[in-house]
C-alpha cells in the first residue's frame, strides 16, 4: 500500500514557494477535496454504471453536481492558468462552444432533453478542470496514480460481483424511482474498458504488491465478457498499444499464457453459461471465437450480425444527410431524438435517443464542422501525448514513458468502445473519458515543468522498469 500523500505537503513550483495565507490554504484544500470527490465518483461510475449516475436530486445527478463542484474549484484555486494557453483547450473549448450553438437554440422546444444530449460536449469541462488543477499543484499527479492504484485492487475484486449482480439479480433489484433504472446496471463494454486500462496500468506504469491478484482476476473479467464485440475490441487495441510502448513486461508476457490456459481449460470441459437470465448469447470459448469473428469483415454468424447491419444501416442514413444532405453545416441538434428522427428506435419506451457511436452522433448533432473539431482535438492530443513519450524515451524517463504508454492506451480503449456503442453521450463514460483527457494534458504539463516529480517519486505505486 502506498502512504497517503496529504494535501498540506503538495508544493507549488519552486518560483511560487507555498504560502501559509488561510486564504490559499482554503483555496488549495478545496481542490484537493474536489479531487478526492471524483476519484470516488468514478469509481461508483465504473462498479454500479448506469444505477450509479442516477443518484442526485432530479433533474440535478451526481453528474452535474460533481461538475459544480469541480468549477467551484476551478474558480478559487490558484495557478490554474498554466494550462490554458495550451492549444488543447482551446480546442476543448471550440468544441463546447459549437456544441452550444447546436444546442441553446432548442432548449425551447425539446427542454431538458437538449441539455441532456448537451453534456455529450458538457462533460468535456471535466478536462479542463483535471488539466488545469494538476498542472497547479504537480504533485497531485502522484495523489491521483496512488488512487488509482487502489481502484486498480477494488475494480479487480469487486468488478466481477458487481457484474453478476447486476445481471442475475434484475429482477429483484431495487431501482430508482425518479427513473425506474437499476441501483446496479452495468454493460459489459464499460466494464470491459476499465479492464484494459488496468491492464495498460500493470503494462506500462506500475505492478500490485502480489502479482497473482491480477494474473487470476483480470482474465475472469474479460471472460464475462465475450458476447461484446466492443469489449473485445477496445481490450484488444488498448492491449496493442500497450504492449507496443512497454513491450516485454513481465506481467505482458504471464497474462497471455494465463489466458491461453484458460481457454484450453473452458473447450476440454465444453464449459459454457448464460451471459444473464434475459440473454441469450452464453459465456463459452465458442462464442468468444465467434465475438471475434464478428469484428472481421465477412463474418458469417449472423446472429451478431443484424445488429452490426442495423447500426451501419443507421450510419449510412446520418452520412447521407449531414456530408451528403441539407444538415452539413449544422446537424440536427442537441435535442431531437434521433433514433425517432431517423427512424431506427427498437424501444417501446423510446429510450434510445443517439446511434451506437459517439463520432457519427456529434456528427448528426452538430454537423461537419463538430464532427471537424472533435477529431481535429482528439489527433492534436494523442500526437500531443506521442510526442511526449518519444521526449520522454529520449530523456531517459522510464517512469513518464510508462505513465505516458498507460494514458494512451486507456484513451483507445474508451474511443474503441464509444465507437460502437453509446457511452460518451452519458456520464459512465463520458466524465471518466473527459477526466483521462484532461489527466493527460496535465500529465504533458507537469512531464515539460516539473519532471523531476515522477522520477523522484518513491510512491504511488509508479515502477521505473
Known amino acids: 500500500m502506498s502512504r497517503t500523500i496529504h494535501p498540506e505537503l503538495l508544493t507549488q513550483a519552486p518560483d511560487r514557494p507555498l504560502t501559509d495565507e488561510k486564504n490559499s490554504v482554503v483555496r488549495k484544500s478545496w481542490a484537493d477535496k474536489f479531487l478526492l470527490w471524483l476519484s470516488i465518483v468514478l469509481l461508483g461510475y465504473a462498479l454500479a454504471g448506469r444505477g450509479f ?18 468549477l467551484s474549484a476551478l474558480v478559487v484555486s490558484a495557478n490554474v492558468g498554466r494550462v490554458m494557453g495550451s492549444g488543447l483547450i482551446w480546442l476543448i473549448v471550440a468544441f463546447m462552444g459549437w456544441g452550444a450553438m447546436r444546442t441553446i437554440p432548442f432548449v425551447h422546444e425539446y427542454g431538458i432533453d437538449a441539455l441532456r444530449d448537451g453534456m455529450t460536449w458538457g462533460y468535456a469541462s471535466y478536462a479542463i478542470i483535471v488539466a488545469a488543477l494538476i498542472a497547479a499543484y504537480p504533485e497531485r499527479l502522484l495523489v491521483m496514480m496512488a488512487r488509482y492504484r487502489k481502484f486498480v485492487w477494488i475494480v479487480l475484486v469487486l468488478g466481477p460481483i458487481f457484474w453478476l449482480i447486476a445481471r442475475f439479480a434484475k429482477p429483484v433489484m431495487p431501482v430508482w424511482p425518479w427513473a425506474h433504472v437499476e441501483l446496479i446496471e452495468v454493460k459489459g463494454g ?15 506504469v506500475g505492478r500490485l504488491s502480489n502479482p497473482w491478484v491480477p494474473l487470476i482476476l483480470l482474465p475472469i473479467g474479460l471472460a464475462m465478457n465475450v458476447t461484446g464485440r466492443a469489449a473485445m475490441l477496445s481490450f484488444i487495441l488498448c492491449a496493442a498499444v500497450a504492449t507496443a510502448l512497454r513491450p516485454l ?71 447521407k444527410y449531414t456530408i451528403h444532405g441539407p444538415y452539413f453545416w449544422t446537424g440536427k441538434g442537441f435535442g431531437v431524438n434521433l433514433a425517432n428522427d431517423d427512424g431506427f428506435q427498437v424501444f417501446a419506451d423510446e429510450s434510445l435517443r443517439s446511434p451506437h457511436s459517439a463520432h457519427l452522433s456529434i456528427l448528426a448533432r452538430a454537423g461537419v464542422p463538430g464532427l471537424s473539431i472533435w477529431f481535429a482535438l482528439h489527433a492534436a492530443w494523442a500526437l500531443t501525448l506521442f510526442n511526449a513519450y518519444f521526449s520522454a524515451r529520449k530523456l531517459g524517463h522510464k517512469r513518464w514513458c510508462g505513465l505516458f504508454a498507460f494514458i494512451l492506451a486507456y484513451w483507445v480503449a474508451f474511443i474503441a468502445n464509444a465507437s460502437f456503442d453509446v457511452y460518451l453521450e452519458g456520464p459512465m ?25 515522477l522520477e523522484s517519486a518513491n510512491d504511488a505505486g509508479i515502477d521505473r522498469a
Open 53 to 70: 449516475a442516477y443518484i442526485g436530486f432530479p433533474p440535478l445527478f451526481i453528474g452535474e453536481i460533481t461538475l459544480m463542484f469541480g
Open 190 to 204: 464499460d466494464y470491459a474498458v476499465h479492464l484494459s486500462g488496468i491492464y495498460a496500468y500493470l503494462v506500462s
Open 249 to 319: 513486461t513481465r506481467f505482458m508476457v504471464k497474462l497471455p499464457i494465463v489466458i491461453l490456459l484458460l481457454i484450453a481449460f473452458g473447450w476440454g470441459l465444453d464449459a459454457h453459461m448464460r451471459a444473464g437470465p434475459e440473454v441469450t448469447r452464453e459465456i463459452s470459448v465458442d462464442q468468444l471465437f465467434k465475438t471475434l469473428d464478428s469484428i472481421l469483415p465477412g463474418s458469417r454468424h449472423h446472429d451478431l450480425d443484424s445488429t452490426k447491419e442495423w447500426r451501419l444501416d443507421w450510419w449510412d442514413k446520418i452520412v
Open 429 to 453: 463514460g463520458a466524465i471518466w473519458f473527459w477526466s483521462l483527457v484532461g489527466f493527460g494534458i496535465g500529465a504533458v504539463w507537469v512531464h515539460k515543468n516539473r519532471p523531476w516529480i
